[in-house]
């Protein structure tokens, strides 16, 4: 069975929705379920490290055309990246979001991979698009 965590955040999923401006877009599927979801990224510019300037997650949105969990572990990735340096972003793993959730049922493991393939996709773009 789910978790409370992963009931709250499929009852009231955090940043939902489009991201009007967005910087960058990034969109997977699921082959085996047909499920999709969307991430929008807002990058910001701050002080980082001595005088570098460090790139990071303003503001981000998702969109899910998915099952419950699939939800719930987005709406908690947006939360989990919102402020976070592009690179500790990308570093976001599997567990982590697993762990947030309080744990999936097996069979809802694959789901969670979905919103973290989207923001690393999504990170890519803004790069190669600079
Ligand atoms: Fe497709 Fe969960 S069953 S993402």
């Known amino acids: ?7 709250d955040h499929f009852r009231n999923p ?3 929705g489009a991201l009007k401006n967005s ?4 969109q ?7 499920d999709v979801m969307k991430i929008y990224l807002k990058v910001g ?4 490290d001595g005088t570098a300037k460090q790139e990071y997650i303003q503001d981000i ?7 419950a969990a699939a939800i719930a572990v987005s709406s908690l990735l947006t939360e989990a ?10 570093a976001i793993t599997k567990n982590r979001i697993i762990e947030d959730a ?3 049922p097996p069979a809802k493991i694959h789901c969670s991979m979905l919103g973290i393939d989207a923001l690393r996709e999504a990170i890519d773009n803004y790069q190669q698009s600079k």
């Not at 997977?28 to 047909?34: L, Q, R």
């Not at 949105?61 to 099952?67: A, P, Q, V, Y």
């Open 1 to 7: 069975m789910y978790t409370k965590q992963v009931l």
């Open 14 to 16: 955090r940043n939902l």
């Open 23 to 26: 910087d960058a877009i990034g």
């Open 28 to 34: 997977k599927g699921n082959p085996a379920c047909g």
């Open 45 to 48: 510019s701050r002080d980082g």
């Open 61 to 67: 949105r998702f969109e899910t055309l998915g099952c």
């Open 81 to 90: 990246a919102k402020g976070k340096s592009l690179k500790e972003a990308k």
């Open 102 to 104: 309080g744990g999936l």
